[in-house]
């Protein structure tokens, strides 16, 4: 019902910048949350920031404060993932993800609908 297609994956060095996004389609109206995350080879789905789309609370992990921002834009249902002072740690697959019901935006369950990820690769 909600498709999510996410693009701005690439290889950096360290202490560089990247912005991803993430547009959404489908039944956009019914997004209550949105956010992102990401999953090196051998680790768990880590969650790195959410919001949720009506009243604008925003959640940062705690790897990721101060070095990211998450922002959308309402007119291209369209959230953004700004990555600043990248680590090689910060590298791994980021998903865009989104749900539609009243959950906390910290947790997994909130989010059903995901995209097919993209590869950031942040070298030493």
């Known amino acids: 019902q909600i498709q999510l297609v996410e693009s701005g994956g690439g290889l950096v060095q360290a202490g560089d910048s990247l912005r991803l996004s993430c547009a959404a389609s489908?039944?956009?109206?019914?997004?209550?949350?949105m956010g992102w995350f990401r999953q090196a080879p051998g680790k768990e789905r880590e969650f790195v920031c959410g919001l949720i789309w009506s009243g604008g609370y925003i959640y940062y992990g705690d790897s990721v404060k101060g070095r990211f921002t998450i922002s959308r834009d309402n007119a291209k249902n369209t959230v953004y993932l700004q990555m600043n002072s990248l680590k090689p740690e910060d590298s791994a697959v980021y998903y865009c993800?989104?749900?539609?019901?009243?959950?906390?935006?910290?947790?997994?369950?909130?989010?059903?609908?995901w995209g097919q990820g993209t590869q950031v690769t942040v070298s030493s």
């Open positions: 993800a989104a749900g539609d019901g009243d959950y906390s935006v910290r947790s997994r369950i909130a989010y059903k609908y």
């Open positions: 489908g039944r956009t109206f019914n997004i209550h949350v």
